[in-house]
């Protein structure tokens, strides 16, 4: 680069400081951004990259954070030098940021056009009426459809995918020099995700923006970085052309990285095994109610007339965006919430069934949670959670064959026994999910309803879940209902697959066959969203 | 099986108190004035226990002809010594010399029970402390004067007496075990009840919290105040009759918060995996929810706890508390707005009933930093 670039960052560290004790969350990094240059800062959670974006716009809460040594070089000015006045400046003006979760960053109580023109108005100093010509501009550029109309909607009425294109376009408000968009696109759908990365992609192209990327999903790194610098625990450990890292990944955590996607393929689905569970013409309504008598004028159809089979040693996979009813269905089939419909496990009609005539059953019917952070009692050891099923179903155990079941299952799952009296906030994303899985395992179950489990865990985390879910299913001939948004792991793992849409089917049948000759056009989209990472045309799927 | 995730070793056995109890007990010992208001106050909470050992018109241990007596816990007839009432009176000289020349007797530090009423007060009650006199004029009431065995330092009012001749020093220290008491019950009571209907109506939600609600929207528009003064002037009023009426009413306090925790945590993932692996409702409630619940009704309890003893306090003062004659905070500070000419009355009542409210609240404060995530010392 022969020009001076437009952020340098120096050897940057951070710390923060709790209890007397100091830690080192990013440790003397180094990098450049020139002007028109998407970088991505790459690298699992933990591994300090939202630390580094933060720090560039001073958002971290100091005094507990601090910076032992760098400088950030910003059009002349160290940014870690200037005072609270200057670079309010710099913030929001020359240097906007996005954030990942577009439903708290927005002001709820606010139109989305306050919020616009409340920005014009402070850094610019725009009266009213130039402001909302403005917004309405910014609106129409980040593709939001008859923005006219949208002005005074709150960002209640607006979709995920809508609001973070408010999101960008407040950041856009002030034509800054460089955007740093912090994981934009993670709490998104695929398909909405395509079309969010174009967006940012054609207005940095536009305006001559810098970026900065920040992301722990390698194809869309692929999509939009000019350069790639990875990070872990704290450092980053490997710079350089986007194309060259992926062709060519020098360090051996790069390598680890690009290794990591949940590989291998089930075998195919075997359609003599018995069937565990199986659902026919599954509903669940919600009633829409009005009026001062509350009368059902209408229903919210979240599962609209499913049916579904799993068997024996299978997994039944469905796909679908958020909102498509692919949790609902699960729920129903555990009967965790209630349905209509005919809903057989194990030779059993169980939808008639009430909460305590359904307790025996619960035993060879469990569910893991998406969350593994919210799934386990932050209150209870690990000993304690794993054990809590096995006091309700095998009361007659002793505490010592209790104990040992627990140890076996640990080793089971690939977590060492010794940890078990200790709590969950002590273990890693990977670890919790483990456990999760241990405790509905520990009751030797025939039927698993997995939700999203790997959704909330890094791609070298997941892979390694994938495997151990993989591994229990062989080993115990286990029917999964495996629940996901993320087609890289239905591939992995689904012998069948349903793609659920508005709490319909849209496309069912084996996994093999839905992956390389999709019918609808619907799930064609899907996949090209979720492995090419391109957008579909207009109306087929959501916005 | 591959586990990249290192395990760092650590002690196998289950730790008798769980880290997230430790790190809590950190955080209370981190606020250093929450930490030694504890400790005062139960020290001085734990002698007060033992008040009739510290305070009593009987003797702690006797020896009457061979024969050990323990007068402060048993009660002896007076015939055993030669007189003829059915209690005995050991501030009696006659019962005591009697008990000497045959033996000995142990008195607590101060002779005085809460009810006794001082025979030998050197000028008309409310009297002066005892130090504020000189020997002569302290001993001048009994029978030999200076020479008097029994005009000792264990006679002495400390802080004077009330208007009715009576130790306030005793008085105090029975006046802060009762309002402390009374305090601690009530809210224990207050807790169990408003919790579990806070809980009941948070967890099923729906029809069970809307009549609750209402329910609770009504009871607590009752003026409370004006009823407990038309129950006291129909029931007699007593310790219990009290603690019944105030029960009554101040659950309610609890089941707001207790209700929301409830309402919040019952769609929590662990909860929804509880369920699920079908655990009976009564056992969420307790072993899931209860302990997120717990943390909002501690940083309440102080409070609650400090509220009963002033409304205790201030119905002694109306004179619609407990019976007269009873240790009571209330009637002291009562007093002491009757007689400004005896300033150690408002005194010792102000001192004492500031010193347990601004303890308990340091505990409180220091509770509630216990108890919050996110509070960090350095």
């Given at each position: 680069m022969s020009e001076q670039p437009l952020l340098s960052v120096r050897d940057l560290s951070?710390?923060?400081?709790?209890?007397?004790?100091?830690?080192?969350?990013?440790?003397?990094?180094?990098?450049?951004?020139?002007?028109?240059?998407?970088?991505?800062?790459?690298?699992?959670?933990?591994?300090?990259?939202?630390?580094?974006?933060?720090?560039?716009?001073?958002?971290?809460?100091?005094?507990?954070?601090?910076?032992?040594?760098?400088?950030?070089?910003?059009?002349?000015?160290?940014?870690?030098?200037?005072?609270?006045?200057?670079?309010?400046?710099?913030?929001?003006?020359?240097?906007?940021?996005?954030?990942?979760?577009?439903?708290?960053?927005?002001?709820?109580?606010?139109?989305?056009?306050?919020?616009i023109i409340e920005i014009l108005k402070l850094h610019r100093g725009m009266a009213d009426k130039a402001a909302r010509v403005r917004t309405l501009e910014l609106l129409n550029e980040v593709g939001i459809r008859d923005p006219q109309k949208r002005l005074d909607a709150y960002p209640h009425q607006l979709s995920g995918g809508q609001r973070q294109r408010v999101m960008i376009a407040m950041a856009l408000a002030n034509e800054p020099q460089l955007l740093i968009a912090d994981e934009p696109t993670t709490a998104l759908d695929v398909t909405v995700q395509a079309q969010i990365l174009e967006l940012l992609d054609g207005l940095k192209k536009k305006n001559g923006m810098s970026m900065l990327f920040i992301t722990h999903d390698l194809g869309i790194v692929r999509k939009v970085a000019d350069r790639v610098c990875v990070m872990t625990k704290g450092?980053?450990?490997?710079?350089?052309?986007?194309?060259?890292?992926?062709?060519?990944?020098?360090?051996?955590?790069?390598?680890?990285?690009?290794?990591?996607?949940?590989?291998?393929?089930?075998?195919?689905?075997?359609?003599?095994?018995?069937?565990?569970?199986?659902?026919?013409?599954?509903?669940?309504?919600?009633p829409i109610k009005e009026g001062f008598f509350r009368k059902t004028v209408d229903h919210v159809k979240a599962v609209d007339g499913i049916d579904v089979t799993v068997r024996a040693g299978q997994t039944l996979g469905v796909v679908g965006e958020s909102g498509s009813g692919k949790t609902t269905l699960g729920l129903a089939l555990a009967r965790m919430i209630s349905s209509s419909g005919k809903i057989n496990f194990n030779g059993r009609d169980i939808n008639q069934l009430s909460f305590n005539d359904m307790r025996p059953l619960r035993r060879e019917l469990q569910i893991v949670f998406q969350d593994p952070f919210g799934s386990l009692s932050p209150r209870m050891s690990v000993s304690d959670i794993i054990e809590e099923g096995l006091k309700i179903h095998e009361p007659k155990l002793s505490d010592a064959e209790r104990d040992k079941r627990v140890v076996d299952v640990l080793n089971e799952v690939g977590l060492d026994p010794e940890t078990r009296f200790r709590y969950p906030h002590e273990f890693s994303g990977g670890q919790r999910q483990r456990i999760a899985i241990a405790r509905a395992m520990v009751l030797k179950p025939r039927f698993v309803m997995l939700d999203e489990p790997t959704s909330a865990l890094d791609m070298s985390v997941q892979a390694q879940v994938v495997d151990?879910?993989?591994?229990?299913?062989?080993?115990?001939?286990?029917?999964?209902?495996?629940?996901?948004?993320?087609?890289?792991?239905?591939?992995?793992?689904?012998?069948?697959?349903?793609?659920?849409?508005?709490?319909?089917?849209?496309?069912?049948?084996?996994?093999?066959?839905?992956?390389?000759?999709p019918q609808s056009d619907y799930t064609r989209a899907l996949m090209a969203a979720a492995f090419k990472i391109e957008t579909a045309p207009v109306g087929i799927v959501s916005e | 099986?591959?586990?990249?995730?290192?395990?760092?070793?650590?002690?196998?056995?289950?730790?008798?108190?769980?880290?997230?109890?430790?790190?809590?007990?950190?955080?209370?010992?981190?606020?250093?004035?929450?930490?030694?208001?504890?400790?005062?106050?139960?020290?001085?909470?734990?002698?007060?226990?033992?008040?009739?050992?510290?305070?009593?018109?009987?003797?702690?241990?006797?020896?009457?002809?061979?024969?050990?007596?323990?007068?402060?816990?048993?009660?002896?007839?007076?015939?055993?010594?030669?007189?003829?009432?059915?209690?005995?009176?050991?501030?009696?000289?006659?019962?005591?010399?009697?008990?000497?020349?045959?033996?000995w007797l142990i008195w607590p530090p101060i002779r005085y029970h809460y009810r006794t009423v001082n025979n030998e007060v050197p000028e008309a009650a409310p009297a002066k402390p005892s130090w504020m006199y000189d020997k002569q004029t302290r001993c001048a009431r009994y029978p030999k004067g200076v020479d008097d065995e029994n005009c000792n330092i264990g006679n002495w009012n400390w802080l004077g007496?009330?208007?009715?001749?009576?130790?306030?020093?005793?008085?105090?220290?029975?006046?802060?075990?009762?309002?402390?008491?009374?305090?601690?019950?009530?809210?224990?009571?207050?807790?169990?009840?408003?919790?579990?209907?806070?809980?009941?109506?948070?967890?099923?939600?729906?029809?069970?919290?809307?009549?609750?609600?209402?329910?609770?929207?009504?009871?607590?528009?009752?003026?409370?105040?004006?009823?407990?003064?038309?129950?006291?002037?129909?029931?007699?009023?007593?310790?219990?009759?009290?603690?019944?009426?105030?029960?009554?009413?101040?659950?309610?306090?609890?089941?707001?918060?207790?209700?929301?925790?409830?309402?919040?945590?019952?769609?929590?993932?662990?909860?929804?995996?509880?369920?699920?692996?079908?655990?009976?409702?009564?056992?969420?409630?307790?072993?899931?929810?209860?302990?997120?619940?717990?943390?909002?009704?501690?940083?309440?309890?102080?409070?609650?706890?400090?509220?009963?003893?002033?409304?205790?306090?201030?119905?002694?003062?109306?004179?619609?508390?407990?019976?007269?004659?009873?240790?009571?905070?209330?009637?002291?500070?009562?007093?002491?707005?009757?007689?400004?000419?005896?300033?150690?009355?408002?005194?010792?009542g102000f001192v004492v009933i500031s010193l347990m409210l601004s303890l308990l609240i340091f505990i409180g404060e220091a509770t509630r930093d216990a108890f919050d995530p996110r509070k960090t010392f350095k």
């Open positions: 951070v710390a923060f400081t709790q209890g007397g004790k100091t830690q080192t969350a990013v440790d003397r990094i180094s990098f450049d951004i020139a002007k028109g240059e998407t970088v991505a800062l790459v690298g699992e959670s933990g591994s300090g990259k939202s630390v580094s974006a933060l720090s560039v716009l001073k958002l971290l809460p100091y005094p507990a954070a601090s910076h032992p040594s760098g400088h950030i070089m910003f059009d002349g000015a160290d940014l870690l030098a200037l005072g609270e006045k200057d670079l309010r400046r710099v913030r929001g003006n020359k240097i906007t940021m996005i954030f990942q979760e577009p439903m708290t960053s927005l002001n709820p109580l606010h139109t989305i056009s306050q919020q450092k980053i450990v490997e710079t350089g052309p986007t194309k060259e890292i992926f062709s060519n990944p020098q360090h051996e955590y790069t390598r680890h990285l690009l290794a990591a996607e949940p590989k291998g393929k089930p075998p195919l689905a075997d359609d003599t095994a018995k069937t565990v569970m199986s659902g026919r013409d599954i509903k669940v309504w919600f151990l879910l993989r591994e229990l299913q062989a080993k115990h001939d286990l029917a999964y209902l495996f629940i996901s948004h993320d087609l890289k792991v239905i591939r992995a793992l689904a012998n069948d697959v349903i793609v659920m849409r508005n709490g319909q089917i849209v496309e069912s049948g084996p996994s093999r066959q839905i992956f390389e000759q | 099986m591959v586990v990249v995730e290192d395990v760092t070793t650590r002690p196998v056995s289950k730790p008798w108190l769980s880290p997230l109890n430790q790190r809590r007990w950190a955080n209370f010992k981190a606020n250093r004035r929450g930490y030694w208001s504890l400790w005062i106050f139960l020290v001085l909470f734990v002698l007060s226990l033992f008040a009739e050992f510290i305070a009593n018109d009987r003797p702690i241990l006797a020896s009457y002809k061979g024969e050990i007596l323990f007068p402060a816990v048993i009660d002896y007839p007076e015939e055993k010594f030669g007189g003829f009432y059915a209690v005995t009176d050991y501030r009696d000289p006659v019962i005591s010399d009697e008990i000497t020349s045959n033996g007496t009330d208007d009715q001749a009576r130790d306030v020093l005793s008085r105090s220290i029975y006046g802060f075990r009762i309002s402390v008491l009374f305090g601690l019950i009530l809210t224990a009571g207050s807790a169990l009840i408003g919790v579990s209907a806070g809980a009941m109506q948070g967890y099923f939600g729906g029809w069970t919290d809307l009549l609750f609600q209402r329910f609770i929207e009504i009871w607590s528009a009752i003026p409370v105040l004006y009823l407990l003064l038309i129950i006291s002037a129909i029931l007699p009023p007593g310790f219990f009759i009290l603690l019944g009426i105030m029960l009554l009413f101040s659950w309610v306090a609890f089941v707001g918060v207790v209700r929301a925790e409830f309402l919040r945590a019952r769609n929590f993932e662990y909860v929804n995996a509880a369920r699920a692996l079908g655990v009976p409702n009564r056992t969420i409630m307790f072993r899931h929810l209860l302990p997120n619940a717990m943390v909002a009704t501690l940083t309440f309890l102080p409070f609650i706890l400090n509220g009963s003893i002033s409304t205790l306090t201030s119905l002694d003062f109306l004179g619609f508390g407990l019976p007269p004659g009873s240790a009571s905070l209330g009637e002291l500070l009562k007093q002491g707005q009757r007689n400004l000419n005896a300033p150690w009355l408002a005194l010792s």
